[in-house]
Nanobody
């Protein structure tokens, strides 16, 4: 059974960078599109972006375009979220999820999240 584990979160100053990882176990990550979401306390989970199975096609929320980059390494069963030029408003819990067939497919599994805190 597919399991996802995020890592790489932490405390960073505004303008800094972090790289989050989403590692799969129990199944092959290459079978899924992988999305990233963010969530702050009391708010709904919001889409950050997604990478298709082919690894060539990605999409991003307007708020992170040009600053965040999603990539995948299927050999390592890992998807990455490179976060550059971080802002205080990027502070959130970040989750990855496996989506069936493509980035609009049903979510099949969520990870447990990793906290990103950006200090101003």
């Amino acid at each position: 059974q597919l399991q996802l584990a995020e890592s790489g979160g932490g405390l960073v100053q505004s303008g800094g960078s972090l790289r989050l990882s989403c590692v799969a176990s129990g199944d092959t990550l290459a079978r899924y599109a992988i999305g990233w979401w963010s969530q702050t306390p009391g708010a709904e989970r919001e889409v950050v972006g997604c990478i298709e199975i082919n690894g060539d096609d990605t999409n991003y929320a307007e708020s992170v375009k040009g600053r965040f980059t999603i990539s995948r390494d299927n050999a390592k069963n890992t998807v990455y979220l490179q976060m550059d030029s971080l802002k205080s408003e990027d502070t959130a819990m970040y989750y990855c999820a496996a989506r069936q067939n493509w980035c609009r497919g049903d979510v099949r599994k969520w990870g447990k999240g990793t906290q990103v805190t950006v200090s101003s």
